[in-house]
Each structure stands twice: as structure tokens, then as C-alpha cells.
């Protein structure tokens, strides 16, 4: 994303720009849950969808750091974009932690996991897109970020009960060990989807 020296950064757009990279390393994720090969290459694909996030995310810093004028307080736009970024870095995480535990098989609580992650992010860009017409389609906005927490709300409720049944079935201490981290890192990714959503919710009501 280039800006010429004169050009002022559109924040709306790298926040645009963020979640769209979010949704492409949810997909990618689910991609690699779905079909269960070449672990190690598709963890480094999702680490260079990760790389380019932080670079979205730096830009953004750099250009706040010496920005006179901001559409929001710059302290607002630096929360969205980082909580933001911690959804992609979370996303990375739970592919890298496939390969670093040498993980065999993927059981199917983690790929329902991965869809409501997909669907999260789905629909967190979609929340992301409207924000900047957040005085116009306040309506629109509020629906996408219900469902973002509807989503949050659904992976909390599997989460507890996956995590119920993991302790309950597996008889592995060390596979228990393994896939308890991985799904609190997917409950993670969830998270940070609603807090991105709530954040837009707050500074839609703070700037209107």
C-alpha cells in the first residue's frame, strides 16, 4: 500500500485492507483443516498472509505517528488496527501449532471451529467495509456486529463442550495437552473477531 508524500493515509482503507487479509488466513486455515496435507507449506502460506497484516499494521502506526489530523482519535484507529492484527496472528498460530505438534488427523470439532472462525471473519469484513458510512448505515453496521457476536457466542458454547468431550474420550494425556491448546488459541481467534466488532460498535456511537 504506497502514498505519495502529500497523499493522507485513508485508515478506513487499511482497516479494509486488514480484515481482508483476516479472511484470507481464516480460509486458508480452513483450507488446511479441510484437507489435511503439506501441513508445513500451508502454515507458511498463512505466515505470509500474517507478514503482510503487520505490515498494514506498521504502516498504519508510522503514518499516525506524524498525522496532524485524523478522521477518529488516533488512539481509536491504533486499537482497531491491532486488535485487528491479532486476529490474523492468531489464525497463524493454530496452523503453526498443527505442525509443531506433529499433528496426525484433524477431529471434526476443530474444523466446525475453523468455519465459525471463517464465518466470524466473513462477516467482521463486512462490519469493517460499513464503518467508514457509520452515520449513514448505523443499521447495517449493527446487524454485521451482531452477528459477529453470535458467532463469538456459538464457538464459546462449543469450545466448553469440545474441551468437555476431549477430556471425557481421549485416554492420551499428551493429546489432551496438544488439543487443548489449540482449540483455547481458536477460542482466541473468536474473541478477538468480537472484540474488533465491539470496538466498531464503540466508536461508531463515540463519533456520531
Known sequence: MAFGKNKEMDYYECFNKASGLSIKAAKQLEDLMT????????AAGIHEVEHEADGVFHKMVEELSRAFITPIDREDILQIASNIDNIVDNIEDVANMLDMFSIRQIPEPAKIMTSLIVKSCSALEKAVNEFKNFKKSGKQLTQLI???????????????????????????????????????????????????????????????
Not at 485416554?171 to 488439543?179: F, L, Q, R, V, Y
Request: glycine share 2%; aromatic share 10%.
Open 35 to 42: 484437507n489435511y496435507m503439506d501441513v508445513a507449506q500451508k
Open 146 to 208: 451482531i452477528q459477529v457476536n453470535q458467532y463469538e457466542e456459538e464457538g464459546d458454547k462449543f469450545y466448553r463442550r469440545t474441551v468437555k468431550e476431549l477430556y471425557l474420550q481421549e485416554a492420551n494425556p499428551i493429546e489432551i495437552m496438544k488439543w487443548k491448546e489449540i482449540y483455547d488459541k481458536m477460542e482466541d481467534t473468536l474473541d478477538a473477531c468480537e472484540e474488533v466488532a465491539n470496538l466498531l460498535e464503540a466508536m461508531a456511537i463515540k463519533n456520531s
